[in-house]
């Protein structure tokens, strides 16, 4: 068994971002890769799906400390587009995930026939996709990680009438969102959320001079209403969301049965990170899933006192005020650390 890439010695090819189709489901369906130069090809893959609550969101939104970490360790990193609910349903969520991996799994591969090992991790909602892989998929992912993620919505929070806004979203306020066509995310532009690959130096050092691009104008057929994102506020309080994906959504409390132990010891190394004032996803979502696949499927890397995405606009290179004040990148370096003794089983 081999040792993971040196991190001592990181890639020196600057990074570099294609795009490509991976599937058709009605719509097209496209992810990017980031990556630079030749990478071995006996690396694993990293597959990963935006945050917006299933209803919006991005692949251009990908934390720049996740590239930093597949950039530095040379790992392709695959941000993959889903169709959005309510258009569809989950299992058609299962038919996008399941493109995707297999896209993952054969991206860059030797020769054809040949697979790769591939991490799937996700943001937010993104990881309910991540989740669905490993329910549903075979052979499965050899780690999982969750950024202050969706494991499931067969949980009490999603049946609790949770209100984030200061009132309830109406019917007649997201009717119009629920008519829309099929769709991929396409989010307003943010260049704090985006991930531009000069926002890093070869080598994975975040860019200091970096200065966001003036976004272009997009046409009419790449635009998308900006107010999608009401739509988990109103599915959340309504308490929708359980019914939307349970076909596909097994939830976790099989993990507590005894019956299940075979299934519990075939499930991939899940790390979590979450803040424990998250109020867009209860702390309990994450912190009861991980309690119920125990210690040895499972960590848990709580940020104190942050809240939803808190680490979305982060690099991993460490800033002194935040060390001084006590550094909430921390329970993600922690991640990264138990992703990489995850991968390094796998090694060969």
């Not at 937010?124 to 992912?141: C, M, R, V, Y």
């Not at 000069?198 to 107010?227: C, T, V, Y």
Request: proline share 9%; net charge negative.
């Amino acid at each position: 068994m081999s040792s993971l890439p040196s991190l001592t010695t990181p890639p020196t090819a600057p990074l570099q971002k294609s795009t490509h189709l991976y599937a058709v489901h009605q719509v097209p369906l496209k992810c990017d890769v980031y990556e630079a130069g030749d990478y071995p090809v006996n690396n694993p893959v990293f597959l990963f799906f935006h945050s917006g609550g299933l209803v919006c969101g991005s692949r251009s939104m990908v934390p720049p400390w996740l590239v930093q970490t597949c950039y530095q360790r040379k790992w392709p990193l695959v941000s993959a587009s889903y169709r959005l609910l309510p258009q569809v349903d989950g299992d058609g969520l299962v038919d996008d995930a399941r493109d995707a991996y297999e896209f993952a799994r054969v991206y860059g591969a030797s020769s054809k026939g040949n697979t790769r090992n591939v991490v799937v991790g996700g943001a937010s909602a993104g990881f309910f996709l991540a989740a669905i892989i490993a329910h549903h998929l075979n052979p499965k992912p050899i780690a999982l990680l969750s950024i202050t993620g969706i494991p499931t919505f067969q949980h009490a929070f999603f049946n609790s009438s949770t209100l984030i806004p200061p009132e309830p979203i109406r019917e007649e306020d997201v009717e119009h969102l629920v008519s829309e066509p099929i769709s991929v995310g396409m989010s307003p532009y943010d260049a704090a959320a985006i991930f531009f690959t000069d926002k890093l130096l070869p080598g994975g050092a975040r860019n200091p001079d970096f200065q966001p691009p003036l976004r272009p104008p997009s046409p009419a057929s790449e635009s998308q209403d900006i107010n999608r994102g009401l739509l988990y506020d109103y599915y959340l309080y309504e308490n929708m969301y359980p019914a939307l994906v349970s076909s596909v959504d097994p939830g976790f409390e099989w993990a507590r049965e005894e019956l299940q132990k075979s299934k519990l010891n075939d499930w991939p190394l899940t790390v979590f990170i979450q803040g424990d004032k998250d109020t867009d996803v209860s702390p309990d979502v994450c912190a009861d899933v991980a309690e119920w696949l125990g210690d040895e499927a499972a960590v848990l890397c709580m940020a104190k006192g942050q809240h939803h995405l808190f680490e979305k606009a982060w690099f991993l290179d460490a800033d002194p005020q935040q060390a001084q004040d006590g550094d909430p990148m921390d329970a993600v370096r922690r991640a990264v650390a138990e992703l990489d003794k995850a991968v390094s089983r796998f090694a060969h």
